[in-house]
């Protein structure tokens, strides 16, 4: 392997500009280095040489002729497979949309390639961004690169498996219900779900339309908060984006945090926890004492209502968003059907997996007519109240802390038949 796939996206970005490595070097030894791990690992659905050296090669040329770099180009990045690139096949690891070719780019992926930033590959995934191993993929599981008989985590595994692996240096995923968040845990990186509407979700295949956010996965804090600010900023395509100013968030990383009131979540503090869990939060808790931060514990006490409200919201949004998967406009046709009903119910029987479904039908159930009131209105309102909660915190501290996940990655397979626990 090339030492410098190692680098973080800064340093990388400083030997481009002193010509110590070309971009088109840089991006082919990502490439082989994708070709030596990922039999194993399975992080890619495809990849994508030609769009990536393509851009490699004017990030050359504008080093050749002295001009400045746009922030991270040259830097090569694995972008998860539920965000649509033009000419390349998109197809949110599901049989459905196995052959479908994207005609157009995301909102992320125009500024990914604006700021000339090599796009590798297309990251695999849970089937339609529904799980927490990786192991829904219609394709192939995602291994673990520490361990490969653990999961990566999900939904988001083989960008987060890509970038733990330096396979790539940066990664794009999604997050609904912590779909960045546990898999940069597993996996020993960087990863964020940015604030609803900081980053543009137009060209993201909806999962659940209200939760979803694009966020950066990368090895360091510095190059996920660059990587943040490339891909934020208002879009008029996106009428959920925020029209607000994007900054220079990296600017801010060595700001002094004395008198910092920092929350730590009871609730999420008192059982349940590994081992190994506990000792990383109470070193957590240690340093931000240590650099000044006053501690203060928080309750949330209707926080222990939000995995249920966040199953009948998600995936009411799922029942809706996915109807439009039905064979007629593209995708997944079954070859088998007699007449129209039948080719919609065998197109998405055929094309969608288990877990999709159960989600599916789950939504349907809780939009129906004399439940809707019953489960949807209710979680909804219930939203409110949990989010009333944390307003309240954020009323006596400036941030809050809490585990990603109340264990560290746990086996493949060990999980796979009870989901909520999951």
Known sequence: ?????????????????????????????????????????????SLTKDIALNTAKKVDEKIAKGEELPLLAGVPLALKDNMNLKGSKTTASSKILENFVSPFNATVTEK????????????????????????NSAFKKVHNPWNLNKVPGGSSGGSAASVSSCEATLALGSDTGGSIRLPASFCGIVGMKPTYGRVSRYGLIAFASSLDQIGPFARTVEDAANLLEVISGHDPHDSTSLNLPVEHYAAHLNDDIKGLKVGVIKELMSEGLSEDVQKAMEKAIDDYKKLGAEIVEISLPKLKYSIGIYYILATAECSSNLARFDGVRYGYRTPEAKNLMEMYTKTRAEGFGPEVKRRIMLGTYALSSGYYDAYYKKAQQMRALVAQDFAEAFKKVDILISPTCPNTAFDLGAKSSDPLQM
């Open 1 to 45: 392997m090339n030492e410098l796939l190692k680098k973080s996206a800064a340093e990388q970005s400083k030997a481009l500009k002193n010509k110590e490595i070309s971009a088109v070097e840089l991006t082919n030894a990502a490439f082989d280095r994708i070709e030596e791990l990922d039999g194993k690992l399975g992080a890619f659905n």
């Open 112 to 135: 990914l390639l604006g700021n000339l930033i090599p796009i590798v590959g297309k990251a695999n995934l849970d089937e339609f961004a529904m799980g927490s191993s990786n192991e």
